[in-house]
């Protein structure tokens, strides 16, 4: 099992760039394919970025691509999300989750993973 834990979501402007990192816990975090979501009040959660295990192997939703980044060290058992270009939509709770995966296949749904986070807030001003 592995622990999750987020940092870097803050207050930005419209155009702006922001990094977010998710530090995680555990001997395994090699094994694990990690995403990022995010959840706006009244929304359903979204994937907005994917990397397998190795990190050779990357996926992004339209409403993100070419903006954000997925990356990872897994020497320091962290994965990053790059964020360029930011929209007041983009303003939500992101959050990373894991699943013990060992495969080119990035899972793109929230039922896919096992293990989550606590959230932090990104919020992009007009």
């Known amino acids: 099992q592995v622990q999750l834990v987020e940092s870097g979501g803050e207050l930005v402007q419209a155009g702006g760039s922001l990094g977010l990192s998710c530090a995680a816990s555990?001997?395994?975090?090699?094994?694990?394919?990690m995403g990022w979501f995010r959840q706006a009040p009244g929304k359903e959660r979204e994937f907005v970025g994917g990397?397998?295990?190795?990190?050779?192997?990357?996926v992004y939703p339209n409403s993100v691509k070419g903006r954000f980044t997925i990356s990872r060290d897994n020497a320091k058992n962290t994965v990053y999300l790059q964020m360029n270009s930011l929209k007041p939509e983009d303003t939500a709770v992101y959050t990373c989750?894991?699943?013990?995966?060992?495969?080119?296949?990035?899972?793109?749904?929230?039922?896919?993973?096992?293990?989550w986070g606590q959230g932090t807030q990104v919020t992009v001003s007009s």
């Open positions: 990397v397998n295990w190795n990190g050779f192997s990357t």
């Open positions: 989750a894991a699943r013990r995966l060992i495969s080119d296949y990035v899972p793109r749904e929230p039922r896919d993973y096992n293990f």
């Open positions: 555990g001997r395994t975090f090699s094994s694990y394919a």
